[in-house]
């Protein structure tokens, strides 16, 4: 009896030589709807699925491999006696192969068309094809990945089987796929934030050299079903990107996001801004952020919000950076940036579009929304109010603080993050940390409210004039009065934005 190979692909790419090798090793082939007519077109000998089951395709297509026979076939231990005998008396041929690749429901899931077009793409037959042949990877051989494809060439020309090891490897390949594919759908139908199980739909998209240190392995992994700034980028020139560059562009192009309607340029190190400001235009932007800390920036990441031209990328080959990110840039930015061959160009064009932040423990995840939150609730708790100039300033650094590790406190001056106090274990630290990076600062934002007055002081004794932070701790009249004695302004915005 020959050996049968059941075909049923959407992409079609190399099916053609592949299903040729099959016959060649005496496989009969049997396949459905389109790839049976692309093959039958072809000059490959085919059976229609249909002249099997003695059933013709119907539901437009929706069924046509749901069928006893066919599963009788995959499924059928052929070391059990009973399995052989019953299959035998009902006239069921056995499948030794099973090749399928599933409607693109991952692409079209993200496409501009209805919903009801969308569900059209879920696929049925083909997962329980191949969860079935995966179930029964000891006797039957079963493709999901195209680029396997010459591995079991390989195999059967060198051996007339393919190997335990590689059959074992394609079944665990057909449920990492159809994990992915079922946490896609479940998402897309459920929609909801905090679904009963956590399921996540993620592709490989490279093999990184190493982690956050040479010894950890690493890889980069992007959504299947959302679109989002890291996934779609481009990389203009240098180096390949590491697990720490990703992170630090994905903060660093998030800090620049913050401002709409302003020119803004930040400098980032190690995952926290070293430098933000905003301006008439790029180059007195990035000149501005360069000047809040120009020894930090050093082989860190510069983003901005609007294209590179010429003067800019020429004030940027002269310090040594790691990665320039931007919406676009001149073509003369391009020729004047080639010049550091591996200085990593990247063009980013989506806004930051995550609606769930998660975070990894020991044998669990944590899932919450994204701080996103617009600060529309502002309340003067002093007897001075902030001047217009002191209250943009204020909101400037609420968002720059947000992006800041906590305890975060930045100074602001002239639209200029200044002084940036982050990761400390108290507040006043973090405090004393920004104000002595920046001078003499006008206002101070906090990322959480006071627990003592002790900023307020360190505040008055550096030139402080204002100060927003969220409010809400029981001792906020006290930071209230001691802002009146010092004669500073003082705005509560009711939003914490602790960043750990």
């Known amino acids: 009896m020959k050996k049968r190979a059941l075909i049923s692909v959407f992409y079609k790419e190399n099916i053609l030589e592949f299903s040729k090798f099959l016959m060649e090793h005496d496989y009969e082939i049997l396949s459905t709807g ?5 093959l039958q077109e072809n000059g490959v000998p085919v059976i229609e699925v249909s002249e099997v089951t003695k059933m013709q395709e119907m539901l437009d297509g929706r069924v046509k491999t749901l069928h006893p026979v066919i599963h009788g076939g995959i499924l059928a231990v052929r070391g059990n006696e009973e399995h052989m005998s019953c299959i035998e008396k009902l006239g069921i041929h056995t499948i030794d192969m099973v090749v399928v690749n599933l409607y693109p429901f991952f692409e079209k899931v993200q496409s501009d068309i209805s919903f009801e077009e969308k569900i059209e793409f879920i696929d049925i037959g083909g997962p329980t094809m191949l969860r079935s042949a995966a179930k029964s990877f000891q006797d039957v051989v079963v493709i999901s990945d195209p680029s396997d494809y010459e591995v079991v060439k390989e195999d059967i020309s060198i051996s007339g089987e393919v190997s335990y090891e590689h059959r074992k490897r394609f ?5 990492n796929l159809t994990s992915a594919y079922d946490a896609a759908i479940s998402n897309f139908l459920l929609e909801e934030d905090f679904p009963r199980y956590f399921s996540t739909s993620y592709e490989k998209k490279m093999d990184l050299r190493y982690g956050e240190n040479p010894h950890q392995k690493a890889a980069y992994y992007v959504s299947t079903t959302e679109n989002g700034a890291m996934k779609d980028f481009i990389q203009h020139q240098g180096k ?5 560059n990703l992170r630090d562009m994905d903060v660093a192009w998030k800090v620049v996001q913050e401002f709409d309607e302003e020119i803004a340029c930040c400098g980032l190190k190690h995952s926290t801004p070293c430098g933000v400001a905003i301006a008439e235009t790029v180059e007195d932007a990035f000149e501005k952020a360069y000047s809040c800390d120009p020894t930090s920036i050093f082989g860190g990441i510069v983003s901005f919000n609007r294209e590179v031209n010429a003067k800019t990328a020429e004030e940027l080959t002269k310090i040594f950076l790691e990665i320039i990110i931007a919406p676009s840039y001149t073509k003369e930015a391009l020729e004047v940036l080639a010049k550091k061959k ?6 980013c064009h989506q806004k930051p579009t995550d609606k769930m932040n998660l975070v990894k423990v020991d044998g669990g995840l944590l899932v919450q929304e994204e701080d996103r939150v617009n600060l529309d609730n502002l309340q003067v708790v002093t ?3 902030p001047t217009e100039e002191e209250k943009k300033d204020l909101l400037f650094g609420m968002k720059v603080v947000k992006h800041v590790k906590s305890n975060a406190i930045v100074v602001v001056k002239n639209q200029m993050a200044l002084g940036i106090g982050t990761g400390e274990v108290n507040r006043i630290w973090a405090t004393q940390q920004a104000i002595e990076r920046a001078g003499k600062g006008v206002v101070l934002a906090s990322d959480a409210f006071f627990p003592f007055r002790d900023v307020v002081d360190c505040c008055a004794e550096n030139h402080i004039q204002a100060i927003i932070q969220p409010g809400g701790s029981m001792r906020d009249q006290e930071s209230i009065d001691a802002c009146d004695e010092h004669g ?8 914490r934005h602790f960043k750990h």
């Open 34 to 38: 389109g790839t049976y007519r692309y």
């Open 171 to 175: 079944a665990g390949k057909v449920f």
């Open 240 to 244: 390949e990107l590491s697990f720490n």
């Open 342 to 347: 591996n200085l990593r160009v990247i063009e």
């Open 383 to 385: 007897k001075k109010a």
């Open 488 to 495: 500073i302004s003082m705005i509560f915005t009711g939003i």
